[in-house]
């Protein structure tokens, strides 16, 4: 089964799918298929890049999983279908790991003993709440859906995009 992702906004998209108050600023993700969803995020904060994981969140259902208004305008997403298998993924490679996990940084994720694992980007605009909704597309030839078009190449290093930027050391570069 392949799958798609829709991407919103705005506080007045999070009221018209769920009845939330117009006053929470957050980021959301809304899980509109019939399975269990794990989720993982990843962005960058004062100290640098973070990646945490796992929300769980049930079929039909959405989970706040930052709370309070939005700093960064990047922010990097993976999801895991639990029952029917499958995933959200993009070229953007954290580190994760199976258990739930906060990690700092996404250089040597398998020498420092976690997983390397694709994350998509979610460009926020600077919106200080966005939602994201997860949907199944049952069509053969689907493919992700997202607020870029899928020609885009990967911005450059150093830079917003695709890949997070890399480190501010010397003869550091981003993850192949």
């Known amino acids: 089964m392949l799958r798609f992702l829709l991407l919103g906004g ?104 976690y997983d390397r694992t694709g994350f998509f980007e979610i460009d926020s605009a600077e919106q200080k709440s966005w939602t994201v909704q997860l949907s199944e597309q049952a069509q053969a030839g689907a493919k992700p859906k997202s607020s870029a078009p899928a020609d885009v190449p990967p911005s450059p290093a150093g830079s917003p995009g695709a890949q997070p930027p890399a480190p501010a050391t010397p003869g550091a570069s981003p993850p192949p």
Do not use: H
């Open 10 to 113: 705005t506080v007045l998209t999070l009221a018209s799918f769920g009845g939330v108050t117009p006053a929470l600023a957050d980021f959301r993700l809304c899980n509109n298929t019939g399975s269990r969803v794990g989720v993982a995020i990843g962005y960058r904060d004062k100290e640098g890049w973070l990646t945490e994981g796992w929300w769980n969140v049930s079929a039909r259902s959405c989970e706040t999983i930052l709370k309070g208004q939005l700093t960064a305008r990047y922010y990097y997403l993976y999801a895991v279908d639990y029952d029917q298998g499958g995933e959200w993924s993009g070229k953007s490679f954290m580190c994760t790991r199976e258990k739930e996990f906060t990690i700092r940084g996404f250089e040597n994720c398998l020498a420092r003993g």
